[in-house]
């Protein structure tokens, strides 16, 4: 594929931007878990807001969850390209990768305790 001009070309870009706003897009609406992980950031932002914490922790393991995410959908649409018939090397690639968004969600919500509970806890009390 031909690179569509200099690296610092508007156009160039911009039709990177609609390839990338393609793929979110993809992803929004044929992963539910994406929307349910956009729909959780959303509220522990909202909630680092709401705290007055620092929103930079909760916004980077957000932001860490829903890359993951996208790299998974992408994995598994690669996987199944070159893999149509069931093979265990297959189902190796898309189980790791779906460990790699759990094992991020989890440590993000290790991150969002460690954050958000005391304040919440101070708010409360």
């Known amino acids: 594929m031909k690179s569509g001009g200099s690296a610092w070309s508007g156009r160039r870009f911009q039709r990177s931007a609609g390839f990338a706003w393609a793929g979110l897009r993809y992803t929004y609406t044929t992963q539910p878990n ?37 790299v998974n959908t992408a ?22 990768m779906a460990g790699a968004v759990l094992v991020a969600a989890v440590g993000s919500l290790v991150v969002a305790a460690a954050v958000l509970l005391p304040a919440l806890w101070a708010r409360l009390t």
Do not use: M, N, Y
């Open 34 to 70: 994406f929307r349910i992980e956009v729909c959780c950031a959303v509220l522990a932002v909202g909630a680092a807001l709401w705290l007055r914490v620092s929103v930079a922790p909760i916004v980077l393991c957000c932001a860490l969850v829903l890359a993951l995410e996208l």
């Open 75 to 96: 994995v598994e649409a690669v996987v199944d390209l070159v893999s149509p018939q069931w093979h265990v090397l297959a189902r190796t690639a898309k189980d790791a």
